[in-house]
């Protein structure tokens, strides 16, 4: 068998086949029991490969290069499918057992992870120190083994970190609810979707509905789901305990324009505000169809979870706190940023959290006029703000695609978790050890280990330690004295 050039990588596949990277820009395949001419695969000038992998049916070949890993048919004829990161350089590339996800080792110390039916950035795996050289999954498939210039071998759980692909949608809408337990998704003109968010198979279908939705929003447990589009004033409400027709909803019509504009459900389902538009803030409660209340103002807009006050944007004032059943503006909250983008009450309605324009996060306290916390360090803007069960950890996603994790007293400094690029909800699962994420058609869950209570989280530091800080590492990280 022979080949030009320098080979950098070669993989043996089912069906004795055997593939070899080489330095020439070539990857040939050959079938060793048989005495016919390799396949030749040719990847483009500026990509050499340096590492390959057969898939466990030989029906695909991974290679991986400079800028990224490419997937091919192994006959060569078909693809390349592309998977990148940020990173420069794959040095080792390997399939899962079941063919469904791709492992790639880089030169940049890191091992990306992607789905195959996922080509975003995939799951970053962090913690060697030098080139990521060998990858082997284990055959059960939970299991990932890198090999590293830094000497060291790890074993990866790749299990921890869960993937749903949303159903098929109808303009692209989905939502999360905000205790990540739900979610609704448009699936056909005038059809809604409600389904456990790890259980799409179980939706429930909700018929009657516009047949553009522009807007979406679903309370906790999927008790109520409400759709607003941008060609009519019209809002369609949905009770699912109390029947499948939606309750149909105004807001103000003008002639000169349309102006809905966003919707907002109460935890338990039972309130609902929209924005619908020019300047204006109104709120019904269940089994009415005439409004409960409204205010002048602009969205984003937030309901706390009792439903007694209403957080939105005024442009003269800033953020305000309004309580629907009076309508009075209870609180203003001074400072802000010029535009809120997003508003979140924290489960228990003490606080509430402001994502401005200016790539800050401000914790406020509902009563009170105490000054805010002011978190900082999110890149660009923020795409979405969710607050743990317990209210003492804020979670932010920005457009730099970094989740980043604060506690809301301003302690401490902020954690950073990679995430695929492109989420545009974020929440904490109910028990608050993982954050949910949605990103595309697909939704995450993302285990987050240091969410727990303190004594959670160092007793679990107490089962991974293997020795303990030398005197220069306590000062350095415990700036305890030498």
Request: proline share 6%; glycine share 12%.
């Amino acid at each position: 068998m022979r080949y030009t050039g320098v080979a950098g990588d070669l993989a043996f596949g089912p069906g004795g086949r055997l593939a070899v990277a080489s330095d020439d820009g070539t990857v040939r395949i050959w079938d060793v029991s048989a005495t016919a001419p390799p396949v030749v695969i040719r990847q483009p000038k500026e990509t050499v490969p340096t590492a390959v992998a057969i898939s466990p049916d030989g029906r695909r070949i991974a290679v991986g290069g400079s800028e990224n890993v490419m997937v091919w048919s192994a006959d060569g004829r078909t693809g390349p499918e592309i998977y990148r990161g940020p990173e420069v350089g794959y040095s080792s590339v390997a399939f899962s057992p079941d063919g469904r996800r791709i492992a790639a080792g880089t030169y940049e110390r890191t091992v990306r992870v992607w789905d195959v039916s996922d080509r975003t950035r995939g799951l970053a795996l962090r913690g060697h120190d030098g080139a990521v050289r060998d990858l082997a999954f284990s055959q059960d498939g939970r299991r990932l083994v890198s090999g590293s210039d830094d000497s060291t071998v790890r074993v990866w759980d790749t299990t921890a970190v869960a993937t749903v692909t949303l159903p098929a949608s109808h303009g692209g809408q989905a939502l999360l609810s905000d205790d990540g337990s739900f979610t609704a998704a448009s699936t056909a003109p005038g059809t809604i979707s409600v389904f456990p968010t790890r259980a799409p198979e179980r939706a429930t279908t909700l018929r009657n509905g516009p047949s553009d939705p522009s807007f979406l929003a679903v309370s906790a447990g999927g008790s109520g789901v409400a759709v607003a589009t941008g060609a009519s004033e019209q809002i369609h409400w949905w009770r699912p305990a109390t029947g499948d027709e939606p309750t149909v909803l105004d807001c103000p019509r003008r002639p000169d324009r349309v102006g809905t504009n966003g919707v907002s459900l109460s935890d338990d389902g039972r309130m609902l505000a929209v924005n619908c538009g020019d300047s204006e803030i109104r709120v019904w409660r269940a089994g009415g169809r005439q409004a409960a209340g409204w205010i002048g103002g602009y969205g984003p807009v937030a309901v706390n979870r009792d439903a007694t006050r209403v957080a939105l944007f005024q442009q003269s004032h800033g953020v305000v706190l309004w309580d629907p059943a009076t309508g009075r503006v209870v609180r203003t909250l001074k400072g802000q940023s010029p535009r809120a983008e997003h508003l979140r009450f924290s489960p228990d309605g003490r606080l509430l959290a402001v994502a401005g324009d200016d790539a800050t996060i401000r914790i406020w306290a509902v009563t009170g006029n105490s000054d805010p916390v002011v978190l900082t360090g999110t890149i660009g803007r923020a795409t979405a703000i969710s607050f743990s069960p317990d209210g003492k950890l804020i979670a932010g996603v920005g457009t730099d695609d970094v989740v980043r994790l604060w506690n809301t007293d301003g302690s401490g400094q902020a954690l950073t978790l990679d995430h695929p690029a492109g989420a545009r909800q974020l929440v904490f699962s109910a028990d608050g050890r993982r954050l949910i994420t949605r990103y595309g058609t697909n939704i995450r869950f993302t285990p987050c280990e240091v969410c727990g209570s303190i004594e959670d989280v160092l007793a679990l530091a107490g089962q991974r330690t293997t020795r303990d800080f030398t005197p220069q590492e306590r000062a350095k990280y415990l700036h305890e004295p030498e």
